[in-house]
């Protein structure tokens, strides 16, 4: 159990750190509206998260039996991984950061509405879990135990650290200059691109090459 649980700890502290569109509206709703607030968004974006996995994962898991349809998860989710590795290590750090405004936001359930529309209906986070799936379905097999486990993990670790980012969000603001975007822009790329080799090679050794 402590194969996927202690990974799923690892990963949920990357994904807590990834600067986006969320990561920057969590920390200024913590800011402008209070910890609390906060909380309610990150609610909302774990939510958001939960549907992504269950939904991706049940869409894949009934086929992982198949060596040539993990194969080809494995590949596709290597790319995946590969590309927003790609992404991070080319990204430019913004001129200005996007700490995003939620002065007119009113009302508690407004805010878990928000930090779940926001998380769901950006296209890269669904193209990342489908990545993570591919990458974790391979790494576990048939064995729903640990794969629930590593996500299970992954979730409450990135809700905890959200409501630590809530908590200090006046503090931590200040911190997040350009410079210090950009390397965690390449420290994220590098992880993914190694994360997406690992998962490409792990794919290939599964069965020859069809021809």
């Known amino acids: 159990m402590l ?12 994904l807590a750190f990834i600067p986006g569109p969320v990561f920057f509206a969590l920390i200024q709703t913590g800011i402008s509206k209070g910890y609390k607030y906060g909380i309610l968004f990150a609610i909302g974006v774990a939510v958001s998260d939960i549907v992504f996995i269950f939904l991706t994962y049940y869409g894949v898991s009934g086929f992982l039996s198949d060596p040539f349809f993990k194969k080809t998860i494995g590949i596709i989710g290597g790319l995946f991984m590969c590309g927003f590795g790609s992404y991070y290590l080319l990204k430019k750090p913004q001129k200005a950061i996007p ?30 879990w489908i990545g993570m799936v591919s990458v974790i379905s391979l790494e576990f097999g048939e064995k729903e135990i640990l794969i ?64």
């Open 3 to 14: 194969s996927a649980i202690l990974p799923g700890i690892g990963f949920g502290l990357m």
């Open 148 to 211: 629930l486990s590593f996500f299970i993990t992954s979730i409450i670790t990135v809700f905890t650290v959200d409501i630590l980012k809530s908590f200090v969000a006046n503090f931590i603001k200040s911190y997040f200059t350009q410079k210090f975007l950009l390397i965690i822009n390449r420290g994220l790329g590098v992880m993914f691109v190694v994360l997406g080799i690992r998962l490409l090679v792990k794919a290939f050794a599964i069965i020859p090459i069809l021809h």
């Open 99 to 128: 700490f995003e405004s939620v002065t007119k936001q009113r009302g508690m359930l407004s805010f878990v509405l928000k930090g779940f529309a926001l998380n769901i209906l950006n296209p890269f986070v669904l193209f990342f």
